[in-house]
């Protein structure tokens, strides 16, 4: 199979900490000629479900690559670093924490894993040795993994197989139609302020066009807020909540020129109803 | 007109929500061998004008190149996508808003204009045809135009001529000399705190050094602070406003090591005097 | 000696304002070809010190390559832009204010040093002289400097050689060990909250695991902490504070999932003390 030379590369690092230099030097040092694209370097502290989402949007939209994603609370246990090839030959690379896993899916699904073994990565990949800290494995392990598939070299290099059942799985967010709207979970707020749900658009297809909308768990005095379906942004009066199919095919709440997310003081992880006008499920 | 493999992209996405990666994905998928460079994707949410002053003084400094923009709160309106070219053989990508003029202006104005008809340039560009998204016209008409054009495709393959005085334009930003001072808009305030004023420092040429300044709109009991000229923050002692030509030869005010932003209490947008200590306009 | 195409680039300069396009335009300008690889525009404003840690840290990573570095307080004043040549034959760019001293190090000691006339370079590296403002050097004297220099000129263009004895020397961070625990500066402060200390972690060697730690400067009344020496983050309890060797073999100390540097009230610059429990020094 042969393997592109771009390496996508999404983490939670930041830029101020010279994380991201580090990784793309690394990479750079092992395959010159590799052609680094940096998805998002602020993902969430920690927010592997933020990246997953994320990771799987996007991937998909390059060619196939070496996808390079490192959110890793759990750097330096037991958690294990590994490698994902894709019906589509692409190549994840990352921490085996649920990360991975969505993308692998919008890439056609997994073709197989290879737990990463630094030391036999190294020797097969011809890298001299080198220590690995606890805390950094993005620098240690990831991105040497991921300029040695950019450069050609096959996923095996790196460790043993492993069964792709076994990879650790993120609980999927919630989303249910019910007969009169449907309850869903919070996935994305971006920088306009759009509330994303785990509802696909499709599946809800809200009829009719005015809709209430409640936060969930907020208990009996919790706002009811009132959003009418559009079709962007631009059809909203100043202040007016819309419901609308985002650009990635699922259900958003959003302002026009102003931030729903605040409006509505929703988070991440939060769930939301929708329901018809007066009909409360 | 032979094009070049540079595309330049400024856009207010943000890096937080993969939109960038989402974009640069689909050139890339088009055009692997284009390279993309990154202006700015921190402009203010929906700040079409604080966008097209980044982009008209930063596109002039590449070599010719394609230009993609969005800051584009009227995505999915009655709006129009387009590509404009210049006469240095630039090319323009982004929505009609007025966010690609002044940078059409600062590369040798156009040339030509044309309307992005998404079928008709997918068709003549060899992509098959695709959902567009009322909401990302970014990643759907923009990015894969950029691509294209980056290719050496010529704009004609996108849509129909457009006349370019039909094109929207921005109110320009007030600026006045006159005989003891001057009155203009703040245009930008950047990371450093500067205060940068829409005033061509070569029109105003303060005379003498020690200058009042004066926030507009304030009323009668506004604060009236004094600006001495220099070359340079260096050369101001703590906390002193400095006034000086700013290195796009524009008036700015200005701190040493601190943000003068913050002191006046200025934002984009407000108005601001400068006059002789003493004289009053 | 040959020199590679990889142009690295550190500034505080942010994204927001046009600044890193306009050095990259530059660059692409003068090298079309040369690559450009941003290690980071976040740090602090002014924040020499800062910038020089990241450098340092992150250049060596990278194959030789040509440096390009700007955090310039002093920009227009007596300081001097400057180019040093590297042992490992890398070029570093940038203001003669001690932020290239410790990458030069770090790849191997400085060969030479030149102080950089714009108009000798200009001329020297066939290009059209032009204005040079007084406040972005990094346009219009370091970015033309780091991309004549990727295109494999000679350093000596630029101009007369410095003795490299004569270059502006950073304050380095204080540390010391003593019998019963360690005194160290606070260094660095990242995204993840992580405190990292100017004392190598091989020269403490903490034993035992359980110490004290106490923010100097705060009087007799100051707080007291108590760290666990960890490995990794994963193995501290929530609100567990830990000490660790971090990726760049400094003891660092740090929360699990949350911010060691909110909870102990830390900032850059300030002095920490860690002793064995019940010992004081």
């Known amino acids: 199979v042969k393997r592109p030379k771009i390496v996508t590369f999404l983490s939670d690092f930041g830029w101020d900490g010279g994380y991201v230099g580090a990784c793309e030097g690394v990479i750079a040092s092992i395959n010159p000629s590799a052609r680094i694209a940096h998805i998002s370097h602020d993902i969430g502290v920690g927010d592997v479900a933020g990246g997953a989402l994320i990771l799987a949007r996007v991937c998909k939209l390059y ?4 996808h390079l994603a490192v959110v890793d609370p759990g750097v330096g246990t037991a958690r294990q670093p590994i490698v994902i090839t894709t019906e589509r030959t692409d190549v994840l690379i990352g921490p085996d924490n649920g990360l991975l896993l969505a993308a692998a899916e919008s890439l056609g699904g997994m073709s197989g894993a290879w737990l990463i073994d630094p030391r036999q990565m190294r020797a097969k ?10 805390t950094f494995h993005g620098r240690d392990i990831f991105a040497p993994a991921a300029a040695l598939i950019s450069q ?5 290099i790196c460790g043993r197989a492993l069964e792709p059942s076994s990879l650790v ?5 919630h989303w249910r139609v019910h007969t009169d709207g449907a309850n869903a979970d919070v996935i994305e707020i971006d920088r306009f302020g759009n509330v994303g749900l785990a509802l696909p658009f499709d599946e809800f297809l809200p009829r009719p066009e005015i809709l209430a909308v409640e936060i969930d768990g907020e208990g009996e005095g919790s706002p009811e807020w009132t959003a009418r ?3 962007t942004y631009g059809e909203l009066r100043p202040g007016e ?9 699922q259900v958003a709440l959003a302002l026009n020129g102003a931030s729903a997310a605040e409006l509505l003081s929703v988070r991440r992880g939060m769930s939301v109803r929708v329901a018809r006008r007066g009909d409360r499920a």
Chains 1, 2, 3 share one sequence.
């Open 229 to 231: 379906v559009v079709n």
């Open 125 to 134: 990949g011809g890298l001299a040795q080198a220590a690995i800290s606890s």
């Open 169 to 173: 799985r993120l609980e999927p967010p």
């Open 63 to 66: 060619p196939p690559a070496a």
């Open 241 to 249: 909540l819309g419901l609308l199919r985002d650009s990635w095919g």
């Open 152 to 156: 050609g070299l096959e996923p095996e």
